[in-house]
């Protein structure tokens, strides 16, 4: 078992930053994939990126290519999402994730799930 807590959302501008964090606790946390989705208000979960055990090999929508990177950390049990040039369609609640099956873009790949952090871009 794996317990996931995301933090770091907040409102921000259209243009500017923020960097969510997702601790882990339970289970080694560097067995595990991780990915980040994120679902807006009347819309479906949308995959975000994710990020193999090492850190090495990483993907990501190509909504936010260029503009979100995701890392972690093994020995602080920490992953991370930086999100620059923020826009307003970013606007959702913000979900890591840890699955033993592979890096990839389905949410049923994911075994693990935190509890969300919302992410408002005004403009």
């Known amino acids: 078992q794996v317990q996931l807590v995301e933090s770091g959302g907040g409102l921000v501008q259209t243009g500017g930053s923020l960097r969510l964090s997702c601790a882990a606790s339970?289970?080694?946390?560097?067995?595990?994939?991780m990915g980040w989705f994120r679902q807006a208000p009347g819309k479906e979960r949308e995959f975000v990126a994710a990020?193999?055990?090492?850190?090495?090999?990483?993907v990501s929508a190509d909504s936010v290519k260029g503009r979100f990177s995701i890392s972690r950390n093994n020995a602080k049990n920490t992953g991370y999402l930086q999100m620059n040039s923020l826009k307003v369609e970013d606007t959702a609640v913000y979900y890591c994730?840890?699955?033993?099956?592979?890096?990839?873009?389905?949410?049923?790949?994911?075994?693990?799930w935190g509890q969300g952090t919302q992410v408002t871009v005004s403009s």
């Open positions: 994730a840890a699955g033993s099956r592979g890096s990839g873009s389905s949410p049923l790949l994911y075994n693990y």
């Open positions: 339970g289970r080694t946390f560097s067995q595990y994939v």
């Open positions: 990020i193999d055990w090492s850190g090495g090999n990483t």
